[in-house]
């Protein structure tokens, strides 16, 4: 029964293992292989441009690797991460670069906008 039982665990956890996303900074050239895309050039050539240029601060920056493009990259996404952040998806990040804060658009007059009375002023 106890064989039966370690041998369920083992099968949990390799389970859980395929499906944890690739950390970028501390994957070694086998687990980067193992990703959709990347061959053993591939992989190199990540942790060769880690070890030159550091750590990866977003899973977007994989595409400075020479040789991963964004087609790469969209195959890839889903399963890469940098230091527990995963990738956002596509749509997300353009979103969040066409959206400006309010503070920083410009009022249409040459006055000054006033804040509204009804509004706590935000330090």
Same mark, same amino acid.
Do not use: H
């Given at each position: 029964? !106890? #064989?039966?039982?370690?041998? *369920?665990?083992?099968? *949990? ?8 996303? /690739? $950390? ?17 050039t591939k992989a190199k050539?990540?942790v060769d441009y880690r ?9 977007? $920056?994989?595409? !400075? /690797?020479?040789?991963? #493009? ?8 889903? $399963?890469?991460? /940098?230091?527990? #952040? /995963? ?5 997300t990040a353009k979103s969040? !670069? ?15 906008? #006033? ?6 002023? !935000?330090?």
């Amino acid at each position: 029964m !106890k #064989k039966w039982l370690a041998a *369920f665990v083992g099968m *949990f956890l390799l389970c859980a293992s395929v499906f944890a996303a /690739v $950390d970028l900074n501390t994957a070694t050239e086998q687990q980067l292989e193992g990703l959709n895309g990347i061959g053993p050039t591939k992989a190199k050539s990540i942790v060769d441009y880690r070890t030159k240029n550091g750590a990866f601060k977003t899973p977007e $920056d994989i595409m !400075k /690797v020479p040789g991963i #493009k964004e087609g790469t990259f969209n195959k890839i996404k889903g $399963d890469i991460s /940098v230091g527990g #952040k /995963v990738a956002a998806p596509a749509a997300t990040a353009k979103s969040s !670069k066409a959206t400006a804060s309010p503070a920083a658009a410009k009022p249409a007059s040459t006055k000054e906008a #006033k804040p509204k009375a009804s509004a706590p002023a !935000k330090k």
